[in-house]
């Protein structure tokens, strides 16, 4: 069984930073893309950030410049760093992540983080 578990979400001004996490942890032989959604009230889930195996990243232009998505292969963990964060950045953010177990790749989610950016 493979899991998802994200970290780091909360309330936090506008124009502050918050860092989310994610680990997966499991039955897994390897992992391919990573990535962030995220999904505010009454809209659709959106991609936020992805990330390859081998570093290459694409944004969201609504965040470009602002995020920044790493990760570190030997802990299987995802990282999305934010910076001067805005009231429309408040959301679930949702890691997600293409996983390699038994000889099948899955689609893998975390059960979400609320990021909130409020005076």
């Known amino acids: 069984q493979v899991q998802l578990v994200e970290s780091g979400g909360g309330l936090v001004q506008p124009g502050g930073s918050l860092r989310l996490s994610c680990a997966a942890s499991?039955?897994?032989?390897?992992?391919?893309?990573m990535g962030w959604y995220r999904q505010a009230p009454g809209k659709q889930r959106e991609l936020v950030a992805a990330i390859t195996t081998g570093g290459s990243t694409n944004y969201a232009d609504s965040v470009k410049g602002r995020f920044t998505i790493s990760r570190d292969n030997a802990k299987n963990t995802v990282y999305l760093q934010m910076n001067s964060l805005k009231p429309e950045d408040t959301a679930v953010y949702s890691c997600?992540?293409?996983?390699?177990?038994?000889?099948?790749?899955?689609?893998?989610w975390g059960q979400g983080t609320q990021v909130t950016v409020s005076s």
């Open positions: 499991g039955s897994i032989f390897s992992i391919k893309a």
């Open positions: 997600n992540a293409e996983i390699r177990v038994r000889g099948r790749t899955f689609d893998y």
